[in-house]
C-alpha cells in the first residue's frame, strides 16, 4: 500500500527555470516530511524537510510548501540547474511509527541547457 | 566524518543461495535502518535497528533479516534468494531517532540470476 505518490515520473525543465515537483500522501498521521535527491550509483541525500506545524520552509533555492488539508506537498527549485538533474524522492513519517520514512516512487528530473 | 559506508558494492547470486550486506554508520549514529529499492517502488523499508535491538520493521518476509552489533555496525542477510530480490540495498543512519535526518550509503546493488 503505497502511503506517498509521486504521480510525475518525470520532469524536464530548462536551466534557470522553476522545477516544481509534487507529492501526495494518503496517512493523515504523517507530520514530517522530507525530500531527497539521488544520483545513479550514489545513495539519497537529504534536500529539506519541515514539519506539519509549518506550511513552508525555505533553504536557498528550495522551498518545500506542505498543504495538510489535501495532503499535499510540493518542492520548488529556483532557478534550476543542470546539477539538480537527479531523481528526487519524497518521504513521509510519524511520531506514531518512529519516524520510519514512507518513500514516493521518485521524479527524475532533467535540466537542459 | 566518514559518510554511511557499505559493502560490498555490487553482488551477484543464484536463487536459492543467501547474503550478507554490510552497513557502517556514521561515527556517533546509533540507528540504522536498511531499504529496498526497485525501479518504480521507490524505497521500502525493511527495518530498523537501535543500540542492537529491532525497533521498527517493515512488510517484508521472514527471509529479510538483520542485526546489529555494538559498535552500531549492521547486517542485513537475505536467506533463500529469488529472482524478486534483486534490487539496490542502501542502508541509512542517525543520530538516535525522531526527526533526526537519516543519511544514506551509496547502497549494495544485488542480482539474482
Known amino acids: 500500500d503505497q502511503q506517498v505518490k509521486q504521480n510525475s515520473p518525470s520532469l524536464s525543465v530548462q536551466e534557470g527555470r522553476i522545477s516544481i515537483l509534487n507529492c501526495d500522501y494518503t496517512?493523515?498521521?504523517?507530520?514530517?516530511f522530507l525530500w531527497y535527491k539521488k544520483y545513479p550509483a550514489e545513495g539519497p541525500t537529504f534536500l529539506i524537510s519541515i514539519s506539519s506545524i509549518k506550511d513552508k520552509n525555505e533553504d536557498g533555492r528550495f522551498t518545500v510548501f506542505l498543504n495538510k488539508s489535501a495532503k499535499h506537498l510540493s518542492l520548488h527549485i529556483v532557478p534550476s540547474q543542470p546539477g539538480d538533474s537527479a531523481v528526487y524522492f519524497c518521504?513521509?513519517?510519524?511520531?506514531?511509527?518512529?519516524?520510519?520514512?514512507?518513500f514516493g516512487a521518485g521524479t527524475t528530473v532533467t535540466v537542459r541547457a | 566524518k566518514a559518510g554511511v559506508t557499505q559493502t560490498p558494492r555490487y553482488l551477484i547470486k543464484t536463487r536459492g543461495q543467501q547474503v550478507t550486506l554490510s552497513c557502517s554508520p556514521i561515527s556517533g549514529h546509533r540507528s540504522v535502518s536498511w531499504y529496498q529499492q526497485t525501479p518504480g517502488q521507490g524505497l521500502q523499508f525493511l527495518f530498523e535497528?537501535?543500540?542492537?535491538?529491532?525497533?521498527n520493521k517493515g512488510n517484508f518476509p521472514g527471509r529479510f533479516s538483520g542485526r546489529q552489533f555494538s559498535n552500531s555496525r549492521s547486517e542485513m542477510n537475505v536467506s533463500t534468494l529469488e529472482l524478486g530480490d534483486s534490487a539496490l540495498y542502501l542502508c541509512a543512519s542517525r543520530n538516535e531517532g525522531g526527526t533526526d535526518t537519516q543519511y544514506f550509503g551509496p547502497g549494495t546493488r544485488l542480482t539474482v540470476l
Open positions: 518521504a513521509a513519517s510519524a511520531v506514531s511509527n518512529d519516524y520510519k520514512l514512507s
Open positions: 496517512n493523515s498521521m504523517f507530520d514530517y
Open positions: 535497528y537501535f543500540s542492537e535491538t529491532q525497533r
